[in-house]
């Protein structure tokens, strides 16, 4: 994603930061956004490609990494439409799928395939891969769904108490 310059933007803010004891609370804002973060009656949720609070399922980024980010700039992380690490996996079979390219393991590539929801992750020997392309197609989930303002907040406010104990809430007049 287009992340990295936000990123690099950033550098000093990204390190610190303490996450909240396990079984902790969230005060009332990142508890809503915890509940849309991982409400499992939403195909796409955030946590079944996001994992927080040792919830969920990484299959995208650690967006930890993203969380001291300025509300604002967190949603053009999370509405960007360009992409940085899926790819366009074409098998050596014939097929190909949008992958998301998962821990390196010698003798086996492997990647979540985005085109399954939620995304399962798919094993291969090396021959069988033919190429990997820059990805063109695949979209991330929330830059097409329609999360009002305050639910977007929310999502934030979460985002950022998971990571590092961020209490003080996200307004939605702070990503409008
Ligand atoms: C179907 C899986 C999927 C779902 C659902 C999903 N994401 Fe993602 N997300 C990804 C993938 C894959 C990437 C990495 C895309 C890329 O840049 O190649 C990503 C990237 C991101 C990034 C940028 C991270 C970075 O390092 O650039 C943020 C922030 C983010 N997602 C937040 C969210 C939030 C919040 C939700 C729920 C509202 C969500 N995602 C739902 C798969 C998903």
Redesign the pocket.
Known sequence: ????W??MAMPVAIASGQAPASGAKPPEQAARGQA??FDESVV???????SLEGKGTA?????S??AKLSPRG?VT??R?T??????TVKLTAGSEFPG?PAAKVTGSLQF?D?SS???VLRKFAPNEVASTLV?SK?K???SS?D?TSQQ?AD??AY?KWASYGDVKGVKTADIE
Request: one cysteine or more.
């Open positions: 994603m287009t992340a990295i936000l990123l849309i973060f796409a949720h955030c946590g079944s490609c996001h299959v995208g980024p650690d967006i990494r993203l967190i992380a999370i960007a360009i992409t940085e690490y899926v790819q998301m979540y985005l929801k939620p995304p990805n695949w991330h989930p929330p769904a999360f977007l999502v934030i985002v």
